[in-house]
């Protein structure tokens, strides 16, 4: 089992580029979330998704930012027209979605997108 | 929404002492409560985690405990060793199905 997969592992952007970010989720998980950790601070919600379906995306800013886990690859993060404040290290999770016995789902990360914008 | 809160930020102990990290959630719907550990540059790992219908879980060296009345659960880890050097996260899972995490504690075994 490999695990969730995430890349690129370091992608360099210039202001205005478009940054694409994959997450292959660990084998039998159909639900993905992506995280957003700004440097020393924790992690930040950012959008939940299962096959062909965002669940909740209330954490994704509403411009630039968006999310797709199709029927078949990975799911991706978009960022378009990068900016500074963009340079983050990108986290995916992905979880089975049975939620167990409380309804929680239990999220294995992936190893991050670290992202710089120049 | 969930709001966890995470104390202290930063925590050193001397090697072979415990090391106690405390949470508070807001949300009394939240249900599960994960602890994981982040080493640098690498993703989160989880360690141990709890659900509310459980006051206590151990897992060899490391411990949760979990207060539905005052919302608090706490990690605790004895026995610490350097290689427990890391950042440590506390989440809650809320109403949704996606979890809320604190601002994370640096913890550094000295030797």
């Known amino acids: 089992n490999a695990g969730v997969m995430q890349n690129p592992r370091h992608l360099v952007r210039r202001r205005g580029q478009e940054a694409r970010l994959r997450c292959s989720p660990m084998?039998?998980?159909?639900?993905v979330y992506w995280y957003r950790q700004l440097p020393e601070e924790g992690l930040k919600f950012m959008v939940y998704l299962q096959k062909e379906n965002i669940i909740d995306e209330s954490g994704m800013p509403k411009e630039r930012f968006s999310a797709e886990f199709p029927k078949e690859g990975p799911s991706i993060l978009r960022i378009q027209q990068v900016v500074r404040g963009d340079s983050a290290a990108y986290f995916c999770?992905?979880?089975?979605?049975?939620?167990?016995?409380?309804?929680?789902?239990?999220?294995?990360f992936g190893a991050g997108s670290r992202l710089t914008v120049l | 929404g969930e709001n966890v809160e995470q104390h202290p930020s930063t925590l050193s102990v001397q090697e072979g002492d415990s090391a106690v990290i405390k949470c508070t959630y807001s949300?009394?719907?939240?249900?599960?409560f994960p602890w994981y550990k982040q080493e640098l540059g690498k993703g989160p790992q989880l360690i141990i985690d709890?659900?509310?219908?459980?006051g206590e879980k151990k897992d060899q060296r490391i411990a949760v405990t979990l207060n539905k009345t005052a919302k608090h659960f706490s990690l605790h880890i004895t026995e610490t060793q350097p290689e427990d050097s890391a950042v440590y996260f506390c989440a809650g899972s809320g109403s949704a199905r996606q979890l809320t995490f604190g601002s994370g504690t640096q913890l550094t075994v000295l030797p």
């Open positions: 709890i659900r509310s219908n459980v």
């Open positions: 999770a992905s979880a089975t979605g049975t939620g167990g016995l409380s309804g929680a789902n239990v999220l294995t």
């Open positions: 084998k039998g998980h159909s639900h």
């Open positions: 949300d009394s719907a939240s249900n599960y």
